[in-house]
C-alpha cells in the first residue's frame, strides 16, 4: 500500500449497503465515493473503498485537505489516474472515526472552491482597555487553481480598539485567489467589555447590593433599622403614607 505524500491508491466497489460498509471497516477500509472532473472532461461518480492510513499518510501535514492528490483507482479493466482534493468526510460521532470520504476529481489547470482556514496574530490594541476579541469565522472560501489554495490567510488584529471589526475585505489574498465569502462580512471584533448586570425587581426599580435608601424612604419590609436609628424613627419610617391606600382609619374621639 501506498504511503507517500500526495499519492492516494484506491479500489473500485461494486456493493453498498451498511453491511458492505462493516466489513470494509474490519479491514481498515471505508466506503467512499469518487466524482469530479479531469482534463478529459467530466468524470461519472464511482464507488470506491478507501484505506483510511493511506489517506492520512497521503495529506500534506500544512495543507491538510487541500492537499492535490495523484489519485490510482483500481479494480478496473485498467488502473485509472486522477488528480483530486478530498471534498468531504464523514466521522463517527461516538469513536472518531472516519465513516466515509468524498472525492473531488479535478483538473489542476481549472480553478476549484476550497475551504482556507485564518490565522489570526497580534494583540488588540482594545485589550488594554478591556476589550474582548471575538472571533467571527474561522475559515474563508476561495476560488482558485489547485495548486494555488493557500495554506492559511493570515489576519493582524493589533490595530483593533474597542468597537473596532476587520472584514472578510480587508484580508490580503495572493495573486490568482479569490474571495467567495461574502466580502461585507465581518471576521473578528474587538468587543466592549460586558457591563455589570443590574438586577431589576417587578417595580422596574433597579436593586444595588448594599444600596443605603435614600433620605426619607422606607427601609425594605423586614431591614434592620441603621445603625444609631432610635426605635421611634424606625416606626414612623415604616408607617404609611397619609392618603396611601390600606392605610388604617384613625380611631374616633372619644365623646366626653
Known sequence: MNMEVGKLTVTLRNTSGKGNATKLRQKGLV????????????IEPVLISVNVKALRAALDPVRKANTVLDLTI???????????????YQIDTLRRDITHVDLLAIDPDKE???EVPLDFVGKPAG??????????MRDLTVRSKPNDIPVKL???VSPLGIGDVIHVSAITLPPGVISITNRDLAVVTCAKPEE????????????????????GAAPAAGAAPAAGAKAGDAKAAAAPAAGAKGA????PAKKK
Open 31 to 42: 466506503p467512499g465515493i469518487c466524482y469530479g472532473a479531469s482534463p478529459d472532461g467530466k
Open 154 to 156: 493570515t489576519v493582524d
Open 74 to 88: 483500481e479494480g478496473g479493466a485498467k488502473a485509472q489516474k486522477l488528480h483530486a482534493l478530498v471534498k468531504d
Open 248 to 251: 388604617a382609619a384613625p380611631a
Open 112 to 114: 476549484v472552491v476550497a
Open 196 to 215: 455589570e448586570k443590574v438586577e431589576v425587581p417587578v417595580d422596574g426599580a433597579p436593586v444595588v447590593a448594599g444600596a443605603v435608601p435614600a433620605a
Open 127 to 136: 485589550i488594554i482597555d478591556g476589550g474582548q476579541l471575538r472571533i467571527v
